[in-house]
């Protein structure tokens, strides 16, 4: 092949390093919903499923960066499909999240949003997988050079129509994300603002104003932070991509190539820190189980014992009148 992109031994270890946070972000983030019973509310088991897709990513993108693909096999092959159905999916949910979010809260429609639930299954699974099979049966999906990837296997370069097989497995739901993401979770922050400043108006005393204030200040914050940083990391690739298209020399750059391998593999790794180690509620519960292990004590669930099963958003904080006010 005319065009490789040559990687480094310092790439190569930034990939595998962020694959290996990524994997075990997912992994807590699933163990947390598992343990505690009190956590297992519907934006939470969409989260998991987020997950579920963010670890398969992680460990197919691992493994072709480990592998460090010369030329098309059966495992490259292999990886290229895994990854695919995986990368795709985690797009699907990403917004699928944001729409229950925007309906549960926005809409204050509890009801039509976990109607919902079953077609975001359908469609969060079944596009891609449909996709993937597609890819697959048509000998799309192989060696790219690095040109698009970081390592790993995508769809093959050889293929006379990679363009349109590289948006319809992934790239065209990424360009939807970055349009939908961002005007939903806006949307979302305003509705909070303005529900917080509602209720602010008869409680601006009471010492309780000031722990919905807190909560709310935390979530408005998050509600910014979600669209920004999935942004910000899947940008590289989009950048590589467009540059790829141009068949400009830049697509090549060191830096950007690293960008683009860390930031498609990271995204399970930042779910992790903003919806565990950021998030109070989820935070003290995994504190005190790290020290009841320290201590060879078994826990005590003091943390579920005679406490009502909330509805927990994704970001652990229990459901409250500032985020359901309507106005």
Same mark, same amino acid.
């Given at each position: 092949?005319?065009?490789?992109?040559?990687?480094?031994?310092?790439?190569?270890?930034?990939?595998?390093? =962020?694959?290996?946070?990524?994997?075990?972000?997912?992994?807590?983030?699933?163990?947390?919903?598992?343990?505690?019973?009190?956590?297992?509310?519907?934006?939470?088991?969409?989260?998991?499923?987020?997950?579920?897709?963010?670890?398969?990513?992680?460990?197919?993108?691992?493994?072709?960066?480990?592998?460090?693909?010369?030329?098309?096999?059966?495992?490259?092959?292999?990886?290229?499909?895994?990854?695919? #159905?995986?990368?795709?999916?985690?797009?699907?949910?990403?917004?699928?999240?944001?729409?229950?979010?925007?309906?549960?809260?926005?809409?204050?429609?509890?009801?039509?949003?976990?109607? *919902?639930?079953?077609?975001?299954?359908?469609?969060?699974?079944?596009?891609?997988? $449909? /996709?993937?099979?597609?890819?697959?049966?048509?000998?799309?999906?192989?060696?790219?050079?690095?040109?698009? =990837?970081?390592?790993?296997?995508?769809?093959?370069?050889?293929?006379?129509?990679?363009?349109?097989?590289?948006? #319809?497995?992934?790239?065209?739901?990424?360009?939807?994300?970055?349009?939908?993401?961002?005007?939903?979770?806006? *949307?979302?922050?305003?509705? /909070?603002?303005?529900?917080?400043?509602?209720?602010?108006?008869?409680?601006?005393? *009471?010492?309780?104003?000031?722990?919905?204030?807190?909560?709310?200040?935390?979530?408005?914050?998050?509600?910014? #932070?979600?669209?920004? /940083?999935?942004? $910000?990391?899947?940008?590289?690739?989009?950048?590589?991509?467009?540059?790829? *298209?141009?068949?400009?020399?830049?697509?090549?750059?060191?830096?950007?190539?690293?960008?683009?391998?860390?930031?498609?593999?990271?995204?399970?790794?930042?779910?992790?820190?903003?919806?565990?180690?950021?998030?109070?509620?989820?935070?003290?519960?995994?504190?005190?189980?790290?020290?009841?292990?320290?201590?060879?004590?078994?826990?005590?669930?003091?943390?579920?014992? $005679?406490?009502?099963?909330?509805?927990?958003?994704?970001? $652990?904080?229990?459901?409250?009148?500032?985020?359901?006010?309507?106005?």
């Amino acid at each position: 092949m005319a065009n490789r992109t040559e990687l480094y031994v310092y790439e190569q270890a930034a990939v595998l390093l =962020s694959c290996t946070l990524s994997a075990l972000g997912s992994a807590l983030i699933i163990f947390t919903y598992i343990a505690w019973p009190e956590l297992r509310s519907a934006p939470r088991r969409l989260l998991v499923c987020l997950s579920a897709t963010d670890m398969l990513s992680a460990l197919s993108f691992g493994y072709g960066a480990w592998r460090m693909f010369q030329r098309e096999t059966w495992d490259c092959v292999l990886q290229g499909a895994l990854s695919t #159905l995986a990368n795709t999916s985690s797009f699907f949910w990403t917004v699928a999240i944001a729409v229950y979010l925007y309906i549960f809260i926005v809409r204050s429609d509890q009801r039509l949003a976990d109607s *919902l639930v079953s077609w975001f299954h359908l469609v969060s699974w079944g596009v891609p997988l $449909g /996709i993937t099979v597609a890819a697959l049966c048509l000998h799309k999906i192989g060696y790219d050079a690095s040109e698009v =990837s970081v390592g790993w296997c995508w769809v093959s370069l050889e293929a006379p129509d990679h363009v349109l097989w590289m948006l #319809l497995t992934g790239k065209i739901w990424e360009f939807l994300a970055y349009l939908t993401l961002p005007v939903l979770y806006i *949307l979302i922050r305003k509705h /909070i603002r303005r529900a917080h400043a509602a209720l602010s108006e008869y409680r601006p005393i *009471l010492s309780s104003s000031q722990v919905a204030h807190t909560q709310s200040s935390m979530a408005d914050r998050k509600m910014t #932070l979600i669209p920004i /940083i999935f942004i $910000g990391l899947r940008i590289w690739s989009t950048l590589r991509f467009l540059l790829m *298209l141009a068949d400009l020399p830049a697509r090549q750059n060191p830096v950007l190539v690293t960008l683009h391998g860390i930031g498609n593999t990271f995204q399970g790794a930042a779910n992790c820190t903003m919806f565990v180690f950021f998030t109070k509620v989820v935070r003290s519960r995994l504190a005190a189980l790290f020290c009841c292990c320290c201590r060879g004590e078994q826990p005590t669930h003091q943390f579920s014992r $005679g406490l009502p099963q909330q509805h927990l958003l994704p970001d $652990g904080d229990t459901e409250t009148g500032t985020w359901r006010t309507s106005q």
